[in-house]
């Protein structure tokens, strides 16, 4: 199983920043991608960023309306992953899940996903 712990959550002026962690841990064999996912008022659950296991930013997977805006990262080693959030707009206000897609098992090659309890982004115009 995998537990996910988030910080970073706020509010912030429209064109402010915030950064948000998470940390992964728990007993797995390898997690595979890791991102951050985000639900607005009365609105599906979208996706923001990921990033795979390498951990390069020129694998990482944006949103359209995040590109050039938000940056993700991944420490590997630490098991955790960070959105750092610039120029934020009042579009941005939502919960901002993150999520890993981990392996329990190397006898199993199925995939679970995994979810943060989620922490809140409020942007003021």
């Known amino acids: 199983q995998v537990q996910l712990v988030e910080s970073g959550g706020g509010l912030v002026q429209a064109g402010g920043s915030l950064r948000l962690s998470c940390a992964a841990s728990?007993?797995?064999?390898?997690?595979?991608?890791m991102g951050w996912y985000r639900q607005a008022p009365a609105k599906e659950r979208e996706l923001v960023a990921t990033?795979?296991?390498?951990?390069?930013?020129?694998?990482?997977n944006y949103a359209d309306s995040v590109k050039g805006r938000f940056t993700i990262s991944r420490d590997i080693t630490k098991n955790t992953v960070t959105l750092q959030m610039n120029n934020l707009k009042p579009e941005d206000l939502a919960v901002y899940y993150c999520?890993?897609?981990?392996?329990?098992?190397?006898?199993?090659?199925?995939?679970?996903?995994?979810w943060g309890q989620g922490t809140q982004v409020t942007v003021s115009s």
């Open positions: 990033i795979d296991r390498s951990g390069r930013g020129d694998r990482a």
């Open positions: 999520n890993a897609k981990a392996r329990i098992s190397a006898w199993s090659s199925t995939v679970y996903d995994y």
């Open positions: 728990g007993r797995f064999f390898t997690i595979n991608d």
